[in-house]
């Protein structure tokens, strides 16, 4: 299987930050690639992309000021099979990528996982009051297929409410 590595580097308007890879995403070696995940499509309809990618393309994103990371590199069936101290080791690693990259805004894709991983039991869906590596993050609902408490028209409309957040941050 693939080690899946982030994607991004210095300069990013935002990266995103997803729980752990999929099976399938480990077994093809791109992010976001499971069968009915959302996320390309999200990107697209909320702005972020001129046109809808796919996962193999996901090397394209920094060209779109968009980068892409996890905060556990252990690949799952579902985020559920993560211990605590997974994601609270993974948030330290993420803190150094988010670190060293310096993004505009870190989007959190998953309230439950950015609750655990970051000792933020109250957290919230959009902006939080909290930063990473002195960046702002923003969470959003995990565009997992297994996540059927949104429509595509909401991961839309919250994911352009990232985008519109980070274009006015400078």
Same mark, same amino acid.
């Given at each position: 299987?693939? /080690? ?8 990013? $308007?935002?990266? +995103?930050? =997803? ?9 093809? =070696? ?7 995940? $959302?996320? *390309?499509? #999200?990107?697209?309809?909320?702005? +972020?992309?001129?046109? $809808?990618? @796919?996962? /193999? ?6 060209? +779109? =000021? ?9 690949? #799952?069936? @579902? ?12 948030? #330290? ?13 870190? !989007?959190?894709?998953?309230?439950? !996982? ?8 109250? !957290? ?6 909290? $930063? ?5 993050? *923003? ?8 996540? !059927?408490?949104? &429509?595509?028209?909401? +991961?839309?409309?919250?994911? &352009? /409410? ?7 941050? #400078?």
């Amino acid at each position: 299987m693939w /080690q899946l590595g982030p994607i991004g580097g210095p300069g990013l $308007r935002v990266l +995103f930050v =997803g729980i752990n890879p999929s099976l399938r995403s480990a077994e093809v =070696g791109h992010h976001f690639a499971r069968p009915g995940n $959302r996320f *390309w499509p #999200t990107l697209h309809a909320a702005g +972020f992309t001129p046109r $809808r990618l @796919t996962p /193999q393309e996901d090397e394209l994103l920094p060209s +779109f =000021g968009i980068g892409v990371a996890n905060i556990v590199a252990r690949a #799952t069936r @579902t985020g559920a099979e993560l211990t605590v101290a997974e994601l609270r080791a993974g948030a #330290t690693v993420l803190e150094a990528t988010v670190d060293a990259w310096s993004p505009r805004l870190v !989007a959190v894709v998953g309230v439950v !996982a950015y609750r655990s991983a970051f000792r933020r039991p109250h !957290a919230h869906m959009g902006l939080q009051d909290e $930063r990473v590596a002195g960046r702002p993050v *923003w969470v959003l609902p995990n565009p997992s297929g297994l996540n !059927a408490h949104y &429509k595509p028209h909401d +991961f839309a409309r919250l994911y &352009k /409410q990232a985008r519109l957040y980070a274009a006015s941050l #400078t």
